[in-house]
């Protein structure tokens, strides 16, 4: 029997306690912007570095562990293709 692809999506994805411990393990930055995503998901990296306050290369090192982690994922925003937007896999 196979499964449809929201269900094997629904399988790929963590629990809280998952999520908790790997985002436990992280920067303080990168801890930041997932909160962030959190309540203003999807957001492009400047929309997150206005939220957060923090300057742009931090956001992007931040990103950058978040994705390693498998905590954030991204896509191009339906408003401006050039940009891309982030949210958590959660």
Known sequence: MST????????D?????EYRE???ELPPSAKLVAK???GDAPLS???????SLLPDRTVRY???????EELVDSR??????RKQVYFLTV
Not at 4 to 11: N, R
Request: charged share 35%.
């Open 4 to 11: 449809s692809p929201v269900e094997s999506a629904d399988q």
């Open 13 to 17: 994805r963590l629990t809280e306690s």
């Open 22 to 24: 790997r985002l436990r």
């Open 36 to 38: 962030v995503l959190e």
């Open 45 to 51: 990296q400047g929309g997150l570095a206005e939220e």
């Open 62 to 68: 931040a990103l950058n562990r978040l994705e390693e």
């Open 76 to 81: 191009y925003s339906f408003k401006d293709a």
